[in-house]
C-alpha cells in the first residue's frame, strides 16, 4: 500500500508523522510551528499536539492533483474549489521559508486529506516514508531539468555502453541527518566534514569493455577466448558517465568539461581498482563561478577538487570503503586534497559537556547545528552562506553518511529554484 519507488531519493519522500512541540507562532495570531526530525515546520490553528499528518520535506515536488484537491495553489483556477486559494505555485515545490521571524523546512497536510485522497485509510503507518500510495505517486525531488537521449539529426542515437556491470558505481545519496539522528550512537566512530557546494565528480579506474578489433571478433565468433575487458579511467558528474561511450558525451550545463579538466590533473594518481569521489568547486576554465556566488577561494578560471569517498573494486565486483583515516592517508601519499574534516572520533567525544544525558542522539545534532550551520562559508571570499556538515560512520566495510544543511542555505536554494534556472547537478 505505502512504498518507496526503487528510482525514489530517500531526501524527498514524505512520511507519516505526529505532530510534536506544537507551539504558538510567535509573530502571527493564526499560526503555529510544529517539530518534525529537528525541523520547525509553520502548521495552521486547525492542528494540535498529537494528531497524524504527512510531511513533505522542503525542495520535494508534491502530485499535482492532490494540491488541485486540497485547494493549495496560489492560482485559485487551478483548485478544486476555485473560490479557496493556497500558496503553491503551479510547479508544487515545496520551499524553504521565514514567516515573520520562524523558519519553515517542509509542509504538513492532515492525515484524512490524503485518505481522501486515495480513498485508503492509512493512519496506523505512523513513522512509514513513502513517495506511492498504491499506484499514486505522491511526491518525487524536484528537479528544473532532465537531460534527454543524445540525438544526431533529431533520431535516437544508438550507442554501446563500455561499461562492465558491477565495475562502475555511481555515489549514494546522502541523506539528511535531521531525521536519521537516531543512527548517530554514542560509541559509533565518526567524522565530521564541511559541505561544500560546487558539482559532484566520480573518476573510476575500472574493468570495461574493450573495443575488439575484426580478427577478434571473428576469433569470438569461432569459440577462441579473447581478452574481452582492460583497466581504464572512467569520468562521471553526478549521474552521467562521461566517457561511457566512445563518442563522448556532451558538456550539460557548462561549455567546457570541467570533469574532463580534473580527470586529465587527477589520472596519474588513481591505481587500477579505485574509485575516487569528490567536488569540484571555484570555476571552469572560461571563469564560471561552478556554483553561483560560491568562490571557495579560488580566482576566476582556476578550481579545487576536493575528495569525500574512495572505494576499491576487484574484478568480480566486489567493493570495499576506504575508512576516513585511510582516505585522508592515501591522498595525502598521492597529492589530493580531502574535503575539510572538523573532527574524526568516537561521537560521544565530539561534545563531551552532552555525555550520558537523555536523548543524546537529539542533543548531538542540535550541537552540530548550533557550531556548524547558518555561518557565512569560511573559504569563500564573498560573503555566503555555508552548506553545511557531513557527519559519516565508518563501518568495516562499508558507511553510512548523513547530511545537516543550514536554513540559510536551504532558504538560499530555494530562491535560486525559483528563477527557474537548471544547476549543474540537475543537468549533468
Partial sequence: ML?????????????IVKLDN???????????????D??????????????VCVFFPVESQINANFIKFINAFRENTHNADETKKGFFENNCRVKAVKLRGEKSIGFVVPISQVESFVGQKIEEEV???????????????????????????????????????????????????RKNAA??????????????????????????????????????????KVQETEYDLLYSSRKVVKNEFETKDKCGFYSTDIWGDVKNEIADKIPEG???????????KDNK??????????????????????????????????????????CERVGLETVHYFYEGFAKDMYPEIQ?????????????????TDKDCYMCKNVVPEEGVVVRKDLTFSFEGYKLKSFRFLELESKELDKGEADMESSN
Fill in 274 to 284: 579505485y574509485t575516487i569521489y569528490g567536488e569540484i568547486i571555484g570555476f571552469t
Fill in 289 to 330: 563561478q561552478i556554483q553561483a556566488g560560491y568562490d571557495y577561494g579560488c580566482e576566476p578560471g582556476q578550481h579545487k577538487f576536493q575528495v569525500y569517498r574512495i572505494t576499491i573494486t576487484n574484478n568480480s565486483g566486489q567493493v570495499i570503503n576506504l575508512s576516513t583515516a585511510q582516505i585522508r592517508e592515501f
Fill in 127 to 177: 513513522g512509514t516514508e513513502f513517495d506511492y500510495i498504491n499506484d499514486i505517486k505522491l511526491v518525487n525531488k524536484y528537479e528544473i531539468f532532465k537531460p534527454g537521449m543524445t540525438t544526431r539529426n533529431g533520431r535516437i542515437e544508438k550507442r554501446i555502453s563500455r561499461l562492465v556491470e558491477g565495475q562502475f558505481h555511481f555515489h549514494v545519496d546522502t541523506e539528511n541527518l
Fill in 356 to 372: 550520558g544525558i537523555e536523548n543524546w542522539s537529539t542533543a548531538f545534532v542540535r550541537k552540530l547545528e548550533e557550531y556548524h
Fill in 38 to 51: 529537528f525541523q520547525n515546520v509553520i502548521i495552521g490553528l486547525d492542528e494540535k499536539e498529537g494528531d
Fill in 183 to 224: 543512527n548517530i550512537k554514542p560509541e559509533d566512530y565518526i567524522s565530521v566534514s564541511y559541505k561544500v557546494h560546487g558539482t559532484s565528480a566520480i573518476f573510476s579506474r575500472v574493468l570495461v569493455k574493450r573495443k575488439l578489433n575484426l580478427i577478434e571478433k571473428f576469433s569470438k565468433l569461432i569459440g577462441v
Fill in 3 to 15: 512504498s518507496i519507488s526503487k528510482t525514489a531519493n530517500p531526501n524527498y519522500v514524505c512520511k
Fill in 22 to 36: 506544537v507551539r504558538k507562532h510567535e509573530n502571527a495570531d493564526k499560526l503555529q510551528v510544529a517539530t518534525i
